[in-house]
């Protein structure tokens, strides 16, 4: 894992210190609110219903036992007891007071952390597979990849005012668990014809308004030449992006304006001249950060071993939760286990300082202090001895941390929406609550199989609700709630955007109207479909027929 | 036009107050002072939108209320759950108590 | 108004001209549009007395390139501190045309942006503060970091050549 040395200590403390600065001068009355929300913003300070928003990075979702600690301290000391994990790998706390957050950030600094560009118009916090360095798929770990971003990222002089944000994901593995091909740049790693590991670049994915699933601007860039092409293609973005509509700033507007061939034109002719410039990574370098994220002293143990099987005999519950939420470590005798912080019946991704705090303690227990956060709202440990499993789940269980229902339908995404968000039409979280309830039952989830709902509480589509095998958009109709359901969309390798069904649902129906859809699915289901594939075979109709019949 | 009152986000703590009177801020919605049409509407935000205001709170804005039972309420349930506090955490913001 | 550089506040020897206004005498340092610049090309650049372009976001500083060395003023324009197009220009006019004269950042200009203005090659600020304020403003800006990630033509170090220097330092010292 990534440390600090003391360049980046020192840019941190430098950074902390501004922002207290910048904070007294807004109190002061020095800055007008209109100077200090784009200073704020870049360091993640939001303006919400009840109070301010803080949301504090987790670079490319990684983190130590201590850093996991250290949430759940502030979530403690400087909110109210609890914390919100994000689609983008973040977390954020609901209540801090401005004037409280330049001590909060000091503390996050003690432990490498901070909340540095999880807002405004900048690159922000890169993501990437939470499962990174420990899944048996990956063809390589992406962090190192990952940290050379955020650093070349990190208040980069020429892209802090940018037409909009700018969100850049990396997988290693060729199942694309960071759904890299919606975010505005979109990095696949995989060898090239010679052998060489490099990057697929897909340019101009996103949510938001209009969704679009990105476009390749190149096949294969290599590794030494990956923050070059980069930079061309912020400086490209930069120039020409569009700055009269908010709405059309996105690059995958330029992107979907311009044509993608117009783009490579552009980003190549760029890149052509500042490809053997500075920013060119020697392979020393690159060696360097490797060995950073070395894998950690694993043990030779025995792929099989049999007082794990033995427990999950005696142990129904336990079996139930390792085949759910337990998936397969490169390293024999190991295990990656998922964290679902979906309890039936809970709010999504919110977890509170005692099992943050315990969630550290876990890692640093069972884990080689490692824990990562996902975009599904979950959190992982990646290194668990497959004879550690029993014991952790106990421990889980007791903190209501061991909900088996990875993947399934109540593991469902949902953004804060009306309960917090100042841009919402419509809530997310209680939606979702009544969802989970209703789907409760594990045997009869475990018999839907995978199944992705994803809500959202506006058009932002933080909630990836347009990624969604079924999406829910939360709108504003005459004063009430309701809410607009898509269907077939998938944030995976096979990326879709998911197509709207018809007219939307009031808070009163909507529940039942996913119900309808789900035994519809099984209805019609062959062996061993999940309701994506069967969407993809059937189409819409049949859907359709059971949300409106004749209508 | 339904009765109106300015509410804003205090700038030091964040939490939703609403216009007094005496130009002042309360965070129950009961102490606010309230618009009957739209001049005085407009005269209010006029109040509450000014440089010196600035350094007291963040983005008023006015929001629609109506008498209820001799109280102020929201009549929009955004509005609603900003009074209240989150609907998903009773236990939180206003509706604590 | 006061504009900062080199740590003082100096005198704006410059006379901006609107696209109509005729070109006054030699002598005198004119500052144009590009536009401007672009269409009198020929008798700009032979009359005496300093010439200066201002770059709107828009413009293209490729324009510029072929007459790089004939400017002693590049001015370029941030209508808002949310338009970061001018920051690119900066880049572009210094690393890729080597460009050597005065670099004037002027409109939207705040304290908070100077630093990064600065890392993309500007070295004069238009503030619209008293000369005191601005001078202070710049000096604060400048002093905020010492520590940076990215290569830019400032020549400032890297924390990652900084790195790659103790290493060899180190790998030295144990050989
Ligand atoms: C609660 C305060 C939040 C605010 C004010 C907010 C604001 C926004 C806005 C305005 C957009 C649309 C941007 C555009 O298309 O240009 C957006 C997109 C997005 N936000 Fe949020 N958001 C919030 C919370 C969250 C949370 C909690 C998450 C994670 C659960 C999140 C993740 C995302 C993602 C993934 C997108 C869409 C992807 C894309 O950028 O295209 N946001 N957000
Ligand atoms: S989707 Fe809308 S409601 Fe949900 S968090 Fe984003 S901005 Fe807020």
Known sequence: MYRYDDFDRQLLAERTAQFRDQVARRISGELTEDQFKPLRLMNGVYLQLHAYMLRVAVPYGTMNGEQMRKLGYIARTYDKGYGHFTTRQNIQYNWPKLNEIPDALADLATVEMHAIQTSGNCIRNTTTDQYAGAAADEIEDPRPYCELIRQWSTFHPEFTYLPRKFKIAVTGSPNDRAAVRVHDIGLRMHKNDAGETGFEVIVGGGLGRTPFVGKTVRDFIGKNDLFSYLEAILRVYNRFGRRDNKYKARIKILVHEVGVDEIRRLVEEEWSKIRDGSLRVSDDEIAQYIAQFAPPAFEELQANDPEFERRKQAHPDFAAWVRSNVIAHKQPGYAIANISLKPIGGIPGDATADQMELVGDLADQYSFGDVRVTHEQNLVLPHVKKADLFALWAELNSALLATANL????????????????????????????????????????????????ISGCINACGHHHVGHIGILGLDKRGKEFYQITLGGDASQDASI??????????????????????????????????????????????????YGDR | MSLQVVTANRLDDGLAVFMTADDGWSTDLRDAVCAEDAPQAEALMARADTEKQQVTVVGPYLIDVAQEDGVLVPTKYREVLRTLGPSVRTDLGYQAG | MAIVKNDSVIENEWVTLDDESSIPESGTNVLVSLGRFKAERDSLIARNGGLGVLLVPGDAPEDLAEDIDRFSLIAVKFPAYTDGRGYSYGRVLRERYGYAGEMRAVGDVLRDQILYMHRCGFDAYELSDDDETALEKVRAALRDMTVYYQPTGDGRATAGSLRDRRRAVLDDATS
């Open chain 1, 407 to 454: 993947g399934f339908v109540t593991d469902i995404i949902a953004c804060p929406g009306l309960d917090y968000c100042a841009l919402a039409t419509a809530r997310s979280i209680p939606l979702s609550q009544r969802i989970s309830e209703r789907f409760g039952d594990l045997e009869r989830q475990y018999d839907i199989g995978e199944l992705k709902i994803k």
């Open chain 1, 498 to 547: 998911g197509k709207i069904a018809g007219a939307g649902f009031s808070e009163a129906e909507v529940v039942d109207a996913i119900e309808a859809l789900i035994t519809r699915y099984i209805d019609i289901r062959t062996v061993g479909e999940r309701f994506i594939d069967t969407y993809r075979r059937v189409g819409m109709d049949p859907f359709k027929e059971v949300l």
